[in-house]
């Protein structure tokens, strides 16, 4: 830790990190999210799983996939290869058009950074997946659905459905809560909000039933499969290690920018909880269209301002702060739990 002086007078706490040279902005046709280049892959972004002979079964869920009216949606609990599966499919699907892809596990995001479901369009089948860049992203501001389970499920519902132009198809990596009461108000909402999906279901025998119910009620075809033998299960410090990297490289070309405190609101991520702004704390920086343009690390507080350690070049759009449930040490990638987590 260091301090800060502001203009305003007095002093603010500033987190020491690399972030000398000017954020990256990345757009698209419809959406622009602030992406750092990557310049490494993402921790089994760029396996070697040849991606159109993948799982056993790809042949016969591909099929289906390509018969669905809505959304695809991928579940399975932790560790059953949902991601791999996801983009089999997804490359698979893309040699006949274009291929939205959301990615909705906040613990182990791989299009945008960890704390938010993300989509990216996928114009052809790719190998390489390091590289992919979110078109739009929504914060939850924690790794687990758990503390937000509502918000995670239409944070799930909106990417999949808004914005998608007619005939365009969606694929859902959806996250591994699968089981208790949570996970079954989980997906009841999902599947009161998202319309008529397939669902491939990865599971061994029935473990899934509880979750899936609701789904088939709502009209959705289910398409069971057995998780790929050659998945490998992940312990929880691998888990957090891949976060680790992920932050380090989203706020690697990450700079301070200055946000006046007058007409900025800041809200909690998680209604009823903390939005104090206090250094350290993992944010989003939301428009006043409520699209979240990147994230940022509060670095520094004071009377009039606020200063953002972000990737985002321009903060002229930036209506409203987002806090979330975790402070985050930008040039470690080391997370501290918030007091809602």
């Not at 987190?15 to 000398?20: F, N, T, V």
């Not at 992203?137 to 799930?156: E, H, K, N, W, Y």
């Not at 809560?177 to 997906?187: D, H, I, K, N, Y």
């Amino acid at each position: 830790m260091g301090t800060a002086s502001l203009s305003e007078g007095g002093t603010a706490t500033l987190l020491r990190g690399r972030g000398s040279r000017r954020g990256a902005t990345t757009a698209t046709q419809r959406q622009s999210v602030a992406v750092p280049p990557v310049s490494d892959a993402v921790r089994d972004g760029d396996s070697g799983t040849n991606m159109l002979s993948g799982h056993p079964e790809f042949g016969r869920v591909v099929a289906a996939a390509r018969g669905a009216a809505g959304p695809v949606l991928v579940v399975g609990g932790v560790d059953c290869g949902k991601t791999t599966l996801v983009r089999q499919i997804a490359s698979a699907m893309a040699e006949r058009g274009p291929v939205w892809i959301v990615a909705a596990d906040t613990g182990q995001a791989w299009i945008g950074p960890p704390t938010t479901v993300s989509r990216a369009l996928l114009a052809r089948a790719r190998r390489r997946w390091s590289r992919i860049q979110p078109e739009r992203m929504i914060f939850l501001g924690a790794t687990s659905p758990a503390p937000c389970v509502r918000q995670a499920a239409d944070a799930l519902v909106r990417l999949a459905v808004e914005g998608i132009p007619a005939g365009e198809r969606v694929i859902v990596d959806t996250p591994g809560l699968v089981t208790g009461r949570l996970a079954e108000s989980f997906w009841r909402r999902v599947a009161s909000r998202i319309g008529v999906p397939l669902v491939v279901a990865i599971q061994c025998r029935r473990e899934l039933a509880p979750i899936l119910r609701p789904i088939q009620e709502a009209g959705a075809r289910i398409v069971t499969v057995k998780p790929d033998p050659r998945v490998r299960v992940r312990g929880r410090g691998e888990r957090t290690a891949y976060r680790a990297a992920a932050w380090r490289r989203y706020f690697r070309r990450a700079a301070m920018r200055w946000l006046d405190r007058a007409g900025l609101l800041i809200r909690p991520a998680i209604p009823r909880h903390s939005a104090a702004a206090e250094a350290g704390r993992l944010v989003a920086l939301r428009d006043s269209s409520g699209r979240d343009l990147a994230l940022g690390i509060i670095a520094a507080v004071g009377p009039k301002r606020i200063g953002i350690l972000t990737p985002l070049g321009d903060l002229a759009e930036i209506a409203m702060l987002i806090v979330g449930s975790l402070r985050v040490e930008p040039a470690t990638g080391r997370e501290e739990a918030g007091d809602y987590i």
